[in-house]
């Protein structure tokens, strides 16, 4: 085979390509029903979980050979532990580690478009394949005058196509989500709007630096320095750190005040960026961060960052307190401002969804209801997931004619969420700091 040929077998399929490529994935899962339910009638003992793991494993390899936000709303579903079904969770969870890597002629086209010059020409060594490979982009390891870099690469149409990509998402959204049409496009705005900042590589280098700056007094926490005259709109060169991601590290068998340790400079770090700096690392999977020599946390990637609007923020917090001494009337104005109730609902409805809503942020809020929380804690995430199937399987919510919740709050809930799970995963226990307002 030709290199010519190899390169064009590697380019990015255009976006007639993708559809049917959604398209013949539909066609797959729906056979693999038709085989499931044909190999039961054989053998009564296979169940449910069977026809989930071959559909997560479709729909994960379309996903990835789609690359872009196709690839990274699975990387999303697979942060939430009661979003999807065990075997999609699982297949998902490689979206943040892996995904098929970028052919190595089409890395030295990005850096021609870019710098008019290939990566050998910018650095004095240069990995030709990729070191990581995710959903928007894939890292080579580099090196520079003794120096050790890590380069971030974006693939090739990911920004153009995140739009369209949505639409090809949204029919399995729907259907993994149990959501309905009217709550997923309410969001859809904001997910896509995040997408976009996420493929612009300059304003990822500007947040990165603004602030892991502004973060560097936090003990136990690491950030790469960026290099502007390395980068571009799709290029980010940064340093290279040396260490573990999560799960790696978990199976070195780390001692508990180790684990502690790395669990509260994960507090730390969101405790800052939310409450004083009012934009956060909207993105807490455990492939952005890298555990180093000496219980050190390092936060490599800032592409994903939420700016917290001040009422929002105000409205939202206040319910999270413990103690919620507020009269009747100012707590319908956040539930107004917050979206969880609106005029067009009945009585019985904002009574309902008060409560609901009161008793889903009271669960979120628990650690910061006490000063230090043990996150090994599985019953408070047992009490979390059965909540969400109450609230995913509830009649008023099923047939509510208007979605509920500000959109602000999907990248919260989720930044929240995700760094509950990560100090799960870790069984630590933290002082849950927090401002005196909220105490």
Not at 5 to 16: D, F, R, T
Not at 119 to 147: C, M, R, W, Y
Request: some cysteine; aromatic content about 12%.
């Amino acid at each position: 085979m030709t290199q010519k040929l190899k390169e064009q077998q590697s380019i990015p399929v255009s976006k007639v390509q993708r559809a049917a490529k959604f398209i013949s994935t539909g066609a797959r899962v729906g056979g693999n029903y038709m085989k499931h339910y044909a190999k039961k009638v054989v053998n009564p003992s296979l169940t449910r979980d069977d026809l989930d793991k071959s559909n997560a494993t479709d729909i994960y390899d379309s996903l990835s050979e789609l690359k872009g936000s196709a690839l990274k709303v699975a990387q999303m579903m697979a942060m939430d532990k009661n979003m999807l079904p065990r075997a999609y969770q699982d297949k998902f969870t490689m979206a943040q580690y892996s995904a098929p890597p970028l052919s190595y002629p089409l890395v030295v086209k990005t850096f021609q478009q870019h710098f008019n010059k290939g990566p050998e020409s910018l650095f004095d060594t240069f990995t030709p394949s990729a070191v990581n490979a995710a959903s928007i982009g894939q890292v080579h390891q580099a090196t520079k005058d003794g120096k050790i870099y890590a380069v971030k690469i974006q693939y090739p149409g990911v920004a153009s196509s995140v739009r369209s990509d949505l639409k090809l998402v949204k029919p399995f959204a729907l259907r993994l989500l149990n959501m309905n049409e009217r709550e997923l496009d309410h969001y859809m705005e904001e997910v896509e709007e995040k997408l976009l900042e996420e493929t612009d590589y300059e304003l990822e280098v500007r947040r990165s630096k603004e602030i892991s700056e502004a973060c560097s007094h936090i003990a136990d926490l690491q950030f790469p320095r960026y290099y502007e005259s390395l980068s571009s709109p799709r290029i980010i060169t940064m340093d290279w750190m040396e260490g573990l991601h999560l799960r790696e590290w978990l199976a070195t068998n780390p001692d508990q005040q180790a684990k502690n340790r790395i669990g509260q400079a994960l507090w730390d770090f969101y405790h800052h960026q939310v409450h004083e700096l009012k934009q956060v690392h909207a993105d807490p999977h455990p492939g952005n961060f890298i555990i180093q020599d000496g219980n050190q946390l390092a936060v490599i990637d800032f592409g994903c960052v939420k700016v917290i609007p001040e009422d929002f923020y105000t409205g939202y917090f206040s319910l999270i307190k413990k103690d919620l001494l507020i009269n009747e009337d100012e707590l319908n104005q956040i539930f107004y401002g917050l979206e969880f109730i609106s005029n067009k609902d009945s009585e019985e409805e904002k009574i309902y969804f008060k409560n609901t809503f009161k008793e889903m942020i009271s669960l979120l809020g628990k650690p910061f209801h006490v000063d230090h929380f043990d996150f090994a804690d599985d019953g408070y995430f047992q009490q979390i997931f059965a909540l969400g199937d109450k609230i995913s399987n509830d009649k008023m919510f099923r047939k509510s004619k208007q979605a509920r919740g500000s959109r602000h709050g999907l990248y919260i809930n989720r930044t929240y969420f995700g760094l509950y799970n990560l100090l799960n995963q870790l069984q630590a226990a933290v002082d849950t700091t927090k401002p005196e307002w909220l105490k």
